[in-house]
């Protein structure tokens, strides 16, 4: 209920239109417009940014990742990650249409997006898909390495620059991509617990978690590793 507070909060705010926060996106929106107008490889950037993390793209790769997760073995993660992505994407266009926002009408625009604005899909579906990077990778990997980081920063650029490629072609205002993270945030919880919740307590389902090295310490990995056999002791 707390992470999902600031995305209600927020939209309460875009169906009264506060004052201040209509200002501020007008603000973002007028001179991210005015930069793209004198920047036409910016422009490019982009775009071909946009397209490539837009929500489609990113499902396909959720539905080959869900495929491999479950040849391998962590089905139950595959679940989750499904699960995930299917909720996103059912919950966008749901508020879409309950908050009934229209995009930026621009007198020049670079870009052009069809439906409603709030919240932004192309955000919150790359929140979803970085989250779920996150939760299937990183137990792989180990604390403090190099991969690890990779993860970290592949993850971050892709929710944080596909937002702001909405923002810096003019198609959504800043406060629909700022919903569309904190809905994504609030999904990728709200399903890591139910995950959890319905797990067995004190019990690891050896599909439910990611194989990791020999050396890994992970609860599910030391739970599952089989203890050393007993014999008697020398005197």
């Known amino acids: ?13 875009v169906l009264g ?24 490889v910016w422009v490019r950037v982009m775009s071909l940014w946009t397209d490539a993390f837009a929500p489609m793209p990113l499902r396909a790769a959720a539905l080959v990742l869900v495929v491999w ?11 989750w990650a499904a699960s995930t992505m299917l909720l996103g994407g059912l919950l966008g266009p749901l508020l879409k249409l309950l908050v009934g926002r229209h995009r930026p009408d621009l007198s020049d625009p670079v870009a052009q997006a069809p439906g409603l604005a709030f919240p932004s899909g192309h955000a ?15 137990p792989r990997t ?44 609030a999904v990728l919880v709200a399903t890591a617990t139910a995950l959890t919740v319905r797990s067995a307590p004190g019990q690891v389902d050896p599909a439910a ?20 056999p007993v014999g008697p002791r020398r005197r």
């Open 1 to 13: 209920m707390l992470l999902v507070a600031p995305f209600a909060l927020l939209a309460t705010l």
């Open 17 to 40: 239109g506060w004052p201040p926060l209509r200002r501020l996106d007008l603000a973002i929106t007028t001179h991210l417009h005015g930069y793209a107008l004198d920047h036409p």
């Open 69 to 79: 997760l479950a040849h391998d073995g962590a089905r139950r993660l595959a679940v």
């Open 124 to 138: 919150l579906n790359a929140v979803l898909a970085a989250g779920v990077l996150l939760v299937v990778f990183l």
């Open 142 to 185: 180990r604390p403090r390495s190099a991969a690890r980081t990779a993860i970290w920063a592949g993850a971050l650029t892709i929710a944080l620059v596909t937002g702001f490629s909405r923002v810096a072609l003019g198609v959504h205002w800043s406060s629909d991509v700022l919903a569309g993270w904190l809905l994504g945030v």
């Open 209 to 228: 978690s990611v194989r990791c090295s020999h050396r890994c310490r992970c609860p599910g990995c030391v739970r599952r590793r089989p203890a050393p």
